[in-house]
């Protein structure tokens, strides 16, 4: 039987409002209870996913910026990886980032260079918010990840500066159609996963995760069984033809999936979902 779950966040374990549900919440507490490991891996900072946590009420290892932080359940740091000051320190100007709101994740910080009212939406749970400062004025010291936020059309010019100028110095990936990320070259959810695995002596073939955007490629190539969102990312399922689909985020597909896969089907039949 499978002894670890990863699982993404938006777009896969939380809703359409960007929260956990109760059915999701009962399905994971009781799979922690038999004996087994969860991990959570996003694009998303540490200090919002803490408090994820907290909701989920799972000692769960948490994967960060796109697997350039590991925490395991005491909140003790396992892995860091941060992308080199001067390339932050270029990657905040304009000639780079064009009109894209531009954000840099550190350890417990989220910075931002103009206010974004509207991202908080997608912090419900957690009460994480965003401190507005002047980017081009920052060190680029101890940042795990720099996020582009603006309309695709702005994202592909942000893309193509990054690769004019960075070419395969940094680890470029979509979160979102609209949240293009940026990481040191050696960092990736599969790769952070892989760090999990050896930390508890869990062979691949013992893991299950789940996905839905670019930025899960690698996770889902890591695990032994990987899952992609119905709603997942088009190009996600033409990268990856051969992972099976389950069901939607806004249906608790990921909760459904593990209850049937654990031979939990009797609460998955009680399940009302919010």
């Not at 896969?12 to 038999?34: G, M, S």
């Not at 869990?202 to 299950?208: D, L």
């Amino acid at each position: 039987m499978y002894r670890l779950i990863a699982t993404d966040l938006d777009g896969t374990l939380l809703n359409a409002h960007h929260q956990v549900d109760a059915f999701t919440i009962d399905v994971l507490r009781k799979l922690e209870r038999k004996g087994v490991a969860i991990t959570i891996a996003t694009g998303r900072h540490y200090s919002d996913v803490v408090g994820i946590r907290d909701v989920l009420g799972v000692r769960a290892h948490l994967i960060t910026s796109n697997g350039a932080r590991v925490h395991d359940p005491d909140d003790r740091e396992v892995f860091a990886e941060n992308l080199r000051p001067e390339f932050v320190q270029r990657l905040v100007t304009r000639d780079v980032a064009d009109d894209a709101i531009v954000n840099l994740f550190l350890d417990r910080d989220w910075l931002i260079d103009r206010e974004a009212p509207e991202l908080l939406r997608y912090h419900q749970d957690s009460g994480f918010t965003y401190h507005v400062t002047d980017l081009t004025k920052h060190s680029g010291d101890d940042v795990a990840k720099v996020l582009y936020i603006a309309e695709p059309e702005t994202l592909a010019r942000v893309e193509a500066n990054l690769e004019r100028e960075f070419a395969d110095e940094l680890y470029v990936t979509y979160s979102l159609a609209d949240c293009l990320e940026v990481m040191s070259p050696t960092v990736s959810k599969g790769r952070a996963l892989q760090v999990v695995l050896d930390k508890l002596g869990i062979q691949r073939s013992e893991s299950v995760a789940f996905g839905d955007n670019m930025n899960d490629i690698d996770m889902l190539e890591t695990a032994g069984r990987p899952f992609m969102m119905g709603n997942a990312n088009p190009l996600l399922m033409q990268r990856l033809p051969h992972v099976p689909r389950i069901g939607n985020n806004f249906d608790a597909g990921v909760a459904r999936e593990l209850a049937r896969l654990f031979d939990l089907e009797d609460q998955q039949d009680n399940a009302s979902v919010a």
